[in-house]
């Protein structure tokens, strides 16, 4: 009976220390949001040009959205810790409203409703998968998140019906690709560098590093 309740006690205690927030989590994560926000700026001054581009064919502009939501899903892949994507990404959405865009106070509700998104993602995995499925469901679920704000409460919403599915599935596979694949790349080559060594991440690909030249 002691046994079983010390493996029990071992067990709980091993998953907090999992889940607890260490301060060197706190200070990367703000890095990241912060970094992101400077991007989320810079993507949406890019926007006005890129949306006139993909004008050919209404709603296609949904594949922009994924500039928007990378932040949750790097975030999320780095810390691995619950309520890290959230964070990331409404730090960066903060950031880039406080810098300005076009969009205003609304910038704060798009980036914590994609960061509850992205969070999502990996708590359907139990917090359990890092690699690139982890990702790829993340960046899917901040996709459907932007895409159920942009098609039900922006100009998007004036749109014809077949415009604003065009511009649904646009957004999820931007999410999927963009925010989700490109983080995961992104993600892993800054694990290679070193700077992340910190983490489980940049442990996991340096020994990995490590065993392929050893290989060779």
């Known amino acids: 009976m002691n046994t079983s309740t010390s493996a029990r006690s071992s067990v709980t205690e091993k998953t907090t220390r999992r889940y607890r927030w260490r301060v060197v989590d706190i200070v990367v994560a703000s890095v990241i949001g912060v970094a ?86 990996f708590a359907l995995l139990l917090y359990a998968n890092w690699r690139v499925l982890g990702a790829l469901v993340s960046g899917a679920l901040a996709g459907i998140a932007v895409a159920v704000l942009d098609t039900n409460f922006s100009s998007v919403a004036a749109l014809a019906f077949e415009a604003r599915a065009v511009y649904f599935v646009a957004a999820v596979v931007s999410g999927i690709v963009i925010a989700g694949l490109l983080s995961w790349v992104i993600s892993r080559a800054l694990a290679a560098t070193g700077a992340l060594d910190r983490f489980a991440i940049g442990r996991e690909v340096r020994a990995r590093g490590g065993a392929e030249a050893d290989g060779a």
């Not at 993909?54 to 500039?67: E, I, K, R, W, Y």
């Open 36 to 121: 992101a926000g400077v991007v989320f700026w810079l993507w949406g001054q890019a926007w006005p040009a890129l949306d006139t581009l993909l004008a050919f064919t209404p709603g296609l502009s949904g594949l922009l959205a994924g500039g928007w939501l990378f932040a949750g899903v790097l975030g999320g892949l780095i810390i691995r810790k619950p309520g890290a994507a959230l964070y990331t990404e409404v730090v960066a959405a903060v950031v880039s409203m406080l810098v300005g865009t076009q969009w205003g106070y609304t910038t704060f509700i798009w980036g914590l409703f994609q960061g509850i998104g992205a969070e999502l993602g």
